[in-house]
């Protein structure tokens, strides 16, 4: 029979078979002597895998509650006038920093001082008095009543003099206590009042961070405890510190409870009214982390990858705690040092060999991994 006379179903069946044939040829030429079609382990993998790896490493981890506060100063304080009088010279310079007493602007005090040098006059002149008086009274020439007399007329006249620099005192404004001023609110030869604001004064060494927490939180609030703190201002900075108080009352509104927290600044870069991010860290404990990319979850298990020391990875089975930002707490499965593969788990079989591609920035060393079958 010639093939164009042959039934169709029968070129057909005819077809799928060379074309079956063909394809198993192919499946045992890629898998090799001993090996497995495409779909099998050694055709999906050649040669080592390259992966990037960390070192699963011990920290200290913490519970944590957010908060938004703002920065206060440790002290602040408007520097005012404490009279009425002419600005006569000013002494500081716009955001300087300036100690306890420094001086930062005069007030015109010609009449003070005028009233200063003549009870000081007049004391000079009482103790010259009261020393003849004395000195009569021991020859018996004046009572002992005259000499009481002149000591009374010395201490008004020491009182009046005390009340002299005061008055002159007055005219000078120094600072209450050691902080950075800022800007100046008068200039010289401006007439000024009682209470006329000459620039503010803030000590910002040590800051202040108020913040609200919800109610619920409050049984895990006590002074000491920990706080972490970032800005917009410095991205990816974090500064540390702790609570100092936590207010008497619940906010009946919002149900939260206010908190204070103070963190150091002696490099005065934190200003009063800044927005933070406050973390409250309590329940700290050493704990392994690993990356939160390095997790292999599978069902309701989780499971990483360990690179042992001849470049196998074996699947391990990890019991895993809370998570922070990009982390994960271990509590069992692996240990300290332990490498684990961070880029590349995807079709990465048990046993496979591996080639570490980041291994120079390995910045701690890693102990033999130990076989973990998985369950």
Do not use: C
């Not at 005012?80 to 000013?90: C, L, Y």
């Not at 001849?310 to 019991?319: F, I, W």
């Amino acid at each position: 029979m010639r093939f164009s006379e042959m039934p169709r179903h029968l070129i057909a069946l005819s077809l799928i078979a060379v074309v079956a044939v063909g394809g198993w040829a192919l499946f045992i030429r890629d898998a090799g002597p001993g090996g497995e079609g495409p779909g099998g382990r050694r055709g999906m993998q050649m040669g080592p895998r390259p992966v990037n790896v960390v070192a699963v490493t011990r920290e200290v981890f913490s519970d944590r509650i957010e908060a938004l506060g703002t920065v206060q100063s440790a002290e602040s304080v408007n520097v005012t006038a404490k009279v009425q009088g002419i600005i006569r010279s000013i002494y500081f310079d716009d955001g300087e920093t300036v100690t306890k007493g420094q001086e930062i602007a005069a007030i015109d005090a010609g009449e003070q001082t005028a009233q200063l040098n003549v009870e000081l006059a007049n004391l000079e002149q009482q103790r010259k008095d009261l020393d003849r008086t004395a000195s009569l009274a021991k020859e018996n020439h004046i009572s002992q009543a005259r000499v009481d007399e002149q000591t009374a007329l010395l201490k008004r006249a020491e009182a009046n003099v005390a009340a002299a620099r005061v008055r002159a005192g007055d005219r000078l404004i120094v600072a209450p206590f050691p902080g950075v001023v800022g800007t100046r609110r008068i200039s010289v030869g401006a007439l000024v009042s009682p209470g006329t604001v000459v620039t503010t004064l803030d000590d910002i060494s040590r800051v202040k961070l108020d913040f609200a927490v919800p109610e619920t939180f409050l049984a895990s609030l006590h002074s000491g405890l920990a706080i972490e703190a970032t800005a917009s201002a410095y991205a990816g900075e974090t500064f540390k510190g702790a609570v100092a108080a936590v207010d008497n009352r619940i906010d009946p509104t919002t149900r939260s409870v206010n908190v204070r927290a103070e963190i150091d600044n002696s490099d005065l870069r934190l200003r009063p009214g800044m927005l933070m991010v406050v973390d409250l860290l309590k329940d700290a404990r050493e704990s392994l982390m690993v990356p939160e990319a390095a997790l292999d979850p599978n069902s309701d298990k989780q499971y990483v990858v360990i690179v042992r020391a001849d470049n196998t990875a074996h699947r391990v089975e990890v019991k895993i705690g809370r998570r922070r930002t990009g982390f994960v707490e271990i509590l069992d499965g692996v240990q300290e040092g332990d490498l684990v593969v961070r880029e590349g788990l995807q079709d990465l079989n048990d046993g496979a060999k591996v080639e570490i591609m980041n291994r120079a920035d390995l910045t701690q060393p890693a102990h033999a991994s130990r076989i973990v079958e998985p369950s």
